[in-house]
């Protein structure tokens, strides 16, 4: 949700050479005088190496992978109080008011945590890890769904949303309030919380979506699959899918999804009316993941050819032959007509399918993920994520895909 994403890069390779150092890791401990320098970054997890980070995120605590018996980090920037971290374990916790405070003073500025680990009765001082504060601040929630791991049932589960800015968790909706039901699905407009939309199902009160707008719930009785909203927030697309679990016999991964139908509808918000069009629901195709462009002008969406004839049961033959492909259509929000469809990114091009789209605000890079075949890359260890340049495509016709790190 935040606008500048964390980027890390590599780890250096290792040299050895000494210095000496004088400071005083806090009032209850002894002063560092003698150490070797080592040329190299520190191994830590998470790796916050080069990394841009919001001036109102939480604490990055991390845990120091090199072997030792003591550590200390120093965080420090150009203003205010540096950060003095001791820890016997290498888990470091960073203080959340003296955080804040640093990064506040220090928005557009370096960031820099300076690594100490006593192994063998020596201190070892490495290559000062930099990142670079944001001048601007990361929208200050997330919102998810949390589920025990499972395969075919389920218990407790609910939608839940944190703050970016600290660790506190509150919930949105859980299952116990409609006798441990399913929810999932959910979508806001625009990033805003005034406007969403979140998908429940209930043997006891069928399935429905919740439209929840400036604090008032509305039910809408329809199953809502995987949702975008129109930025002007007049209408939501959402897939509906016929989704069944299988499992192989004998594999590292031996759980595999499959969509048996699929195809788009929209909600029209001010008419409380849901319609479709052959452009987003042909029956000789699978269509979901849809996702709208940010000016609203085009719909993004993957799509595959049916090859199968059963639409009820799990395909012994053809399941891992489906590769979708990225298209996208027109759409005049005042006429609330459809245009002509557009191939984005071929599957028959990429030998792989092609899954999840979403477009930065910008309107410029399309992030997408590929994988061998289906709808469910969770499962498939080939999965990687991929960056389309919009842009190039617009002035090209032609898309490239980059590979993520």
């Known amino acids: 949700m935040g606008r500048r994403p964390i980027i890390t890069r590599s780890l250096m390779p290792l040299v050895f050479s000494a210095g000496v150092l004088v400071y005083a890791l806090n009032s209850a401990h002894a002063s560092i005088e003698q150490y070797n320098s080592i040329d190299r970054i520190p191994r830590i997890n998470p790796e916050y190496c080069d990394s841009v ?25 150009e203003e205010g ?25 220090n928005r557009g500025r370096q960031l820099s945590f300076d690594i100490f680990v006593k ?20 929208d200050p929630f997330i919102v998810y769904r949390r589920i025990y791991p499972a395969y075919i049932s389920w218990g407790k589960m ?26 999932n699905c959910h979508a806001f407009c625009r990033n805003r ?50 989704i069944r679990q299988f499992f192989h016999s004998a594999r590292d991964e031996v759980r ?3 969509d048996l139908d699929s195809l788009l509808a929209y909600y029209l918000v001010d008419s409380k009316t849901i319609k479709t069009s052959p452009q987003i629901s042909n029956k000789d195709y699978l269509e979901t993941y849809p996702t709208w462009s940010p000016d609203g002008r085009y719909l993004y969406f993957c799509r595959a050819p049916v090859l199968w004839s059963d639409r009820y ?20 929000l005042d006429r609330d ?49 991929y960056l389309l340049d919009l842009t190039a495509f617009e002035q090209t016709g032609q898309a490239k895909a980059v590979a993520g790190q």
């Open 53 to 77: 980070i919001p001036p109102n995120i939480a604490p990055l605590n991390f845990s120091v992978l090199e072997a030792g018996s003591r550590y200390y980090v120093n965080v420090h920037s």
């Open 81 to 105: 109080n540096p950060i003095n971290i001791y820890s016997r374990s290498g888990r470091i916790f960073i203080p959340e008011g003296p955080w804040h405070r640093l990064l506040n003073l």
């Open 119 to 138: 192994a063998k009765g020596q201190w070892n001082r490495f290559l000062t890890i930099n990142n670079e504060i944001a001048s601007e601040d990361i």
């Open 158 to 183: 609910g939608v839940y949303q944190r703050s970016l800015q600290n660790y506190s968790e509150s919930v949105i909706l859980d299952n116990e309030s409609y006798e441990k039901g399913c929810l």
């Open 193 to 242: 919380p005034e406007k969403m939309l979140i998908g429940i199902r209930s043997e006891k009160y069928g399935s429905s979506a919740l439209l929840v707008e400036n604090g008032d719930v509305d039910k809408i009785g329809a199953r809502f699959g995987y949702t975008s909203w129109h930025p002007s927030g007049r209408l939501a697309v959402y897939s509906i899918n016929k």
């Open 256 to 258: 595999d999804v499959t």
């Open 313 to 332: 049961t799990v395909p012994q033959e053809n399941y891992d032959k489906v590769r979708y492909e990225l298209v996208r259509v027109s759409y005049d």
């Open 337 to 385: 007509e459809w245009g002509k469809m557009e191939t984005v990114l071929s599957a028959e091009d990429t030998g792989l399918t092609i899954l999840l789209p979403r477009i930065s605000p910008d309107g410029r890079w399309l992030l997408f993920c590929m994988c061998d075949y289906g709808s469910f890359p969770v499962y498939h260890d080939s999965s990687d994520l």
